[in-house]
């Protein structure tokens, strides 16, 4: 490849694509001594956020935004520090106890995009990365030193060298076109409705609840300043017909129909809804070749799971634990590379297949009611419910879990 026409540009590391998983990215191999580009294809401005998301950060990735300089984003004014509760067609599940900030792992939160984006960029610049924004990575190629990318930008065509690529370009990856990172796709039954309002009462102690209807999930999020976020997933039929002017009135009629949320006689609409009708879930393989793929571009689940910027932010903090210490030779891509692709496959990867399980809305309502009742009668098992859904456990861990309960709740009823 001739390079006499381009200024070339080295970095050690490009990461491709400045959104979460990119910039998260970003910051972690700076701060252990590489110099980082990252390239956005989009133009981007001080305040660009993702709006396509509804931003319930799960317990598991809590801490990890500490590790980013992003600390002070769990306070409130940021964000609002929040608890799950499940209404299950077997009862109530909800965490106990209120908010103790020493330890970040025991509530999520509800941090908007339009606070969280900026903020990441603007600590990966703080940190010293390169933010190109407006630059896409158009074609890659790998030779005996490290990779060559070509860029395009608003000022044409650019060409850098890095040691080390890292795909961070979302669920649509062009990286994972280009360099043949096959996509898993699994069906997504649901589609969701979501948006912003006034006028609705936060519940008690800030808790998130989330209302199993029938085979729909009904969510209601406080956020900052005392808003609310409104989430449908819903079975498509059933949606598919609410339309025009009529759509936020059937919207806020369902909610209204739901015991466990609070009144919508008051909601007034900050936006219009947003959502989407068909989200299938996809699944790629995290390392290909010698490019490692984080966040949505590696895996991207029904976003009824909420864990997709969680997942984002692991994922990035896998890949730096698995180069911390290791120089970007090729032994060390070589040994880095394997201990992300372990890492990834034994924490993260786990979670998919419960996921895209409950993606689908055929299951049987008598099955689903006996795991949910036996998950209520048990305090030990609830908790670990809850730990299963804010991905602080593995399922394995909570199938075992769930199998012993099951089986002391029958050898009790046999006593009685
Ligand atoms: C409706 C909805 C609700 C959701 N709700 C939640 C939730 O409650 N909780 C949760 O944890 N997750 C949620 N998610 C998922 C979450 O939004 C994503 O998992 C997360 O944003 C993924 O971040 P990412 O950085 O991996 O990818 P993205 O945010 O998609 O970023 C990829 C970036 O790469 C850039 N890019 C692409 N190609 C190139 C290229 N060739 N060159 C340069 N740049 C490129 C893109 O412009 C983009 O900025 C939701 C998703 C949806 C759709």
């Known amino acids: 490849m001739s390079t006499q026409k381009y200024d070339v540009r080295s970095v050690d590391v490009a990461v491709v694509g400045g959104s979460l998983a990119g910039c998260a990215t970003a910051i972690r191999f700076s701060r252990m001594g590489h110099r980082v580009a990252v390239f956005e294809k989009k133009a981007v401005t001080e305040d660009s956020y993702k709006r396509l998301c509804t931003h319930f950060v799960q317990p598991h990735a809590v801490p990890l935004l500490d590790g980013l300089g ?78 060559t990318l070509d860029t395009r930008g608003a000022d044409g065509p650019r060409r850098y060298r890095a040691r080390l690529v890292v795909a961070a370009d979302g669920r649509r990856s062009r990286l994972a076109g280009l360099l043949g990172n096959p996509t898993e796709s699994r069906p997504n039954e649901r589609a969701v409705l979501f948006g912003y309002f006034t006028g609705i009462e936060a519940p008690e102690g800030n808790r998130s609840v989330f209302v199993m209807n029938d085979r729909d999930l009904a969510c209601t999020y406080p956020l900052v300043g005392g808003r609310t976020e409104l989430v449908l997933f819903a079975e498509k039929s059933r949606v598919d017909n609410w339309r025009g002017e009529e759509r936020l009135e059937r919207f806020l009629e369902y909610f209204d129909g739901l015991e466990a949320t609070p009144s919508m006689a008051g909601a007034v609409p900050e936006s219009p809804l947003l959502g989407y009708t068909d989200y299938p879930s996809q699944i790629r393989r995290p390392v290909l070749g010698s490019v490692p793929f984080v966040g949505d ?39 880095g590379l394997a201990d992300y692709r372990e890492r990834f496959e034994s924490t993260i990867l786990p979670h998919a297949d419960g996921i895209c399980g409950d993606s689908l809305v055929g299951k049987d309502e008598a099955t689903r009611q006996r795991m949910f009742t036996t998950i209520c009668r048990s305090p030990e098992l609830s908790q670990k419910y809850l730990a299963l859904t804010g991905r602080m456990v593995q399922p394995a861990e909570f199938q075992q879990a769930f199998m012993r309960g099951l089986m002391s709740q029958r050898a009790g009823a046999a006593r009685k």
Not at 302 to 325: E, I, N, P, T, W
Request: charge should be negative; proline fraction near 5%; hydrophobic fraction near 40%.
């Open 70 to 147: 992003l600390a002070h984003l769990r306070e409130p004014g940021w964000s609002v520090a929040t608890k799950a509760v499940f209404v299950t067609p077997g009862g109530v599940v909800e965490t106990p106890g209120g908010y103790d900030p020493g330890q970040p792992d025991s509530y999520a939160l509800n941090l908007e995009r339009r606070v969280l984006d900026p903020a990441v960029r603007e600590a990966a610049r703080k940190q010293g990365v390169q933010y190109l924004e407006g630059t896409g990575v158009e074609s890659l190629e790998e030779d005996a030193s490290g990779w």
């Open 297 to 335: 571009a590696a895996l991207s689940l029904d976003a009824m799971s909420g864990v997709g910027c969680g997942f984002a932010l692991q994922s990035a903090d896998l890949l730096a634990r698995s180069f911390a210490g290791r120089s970007l030779d090729e032994a060390g891509l070589r040994a």
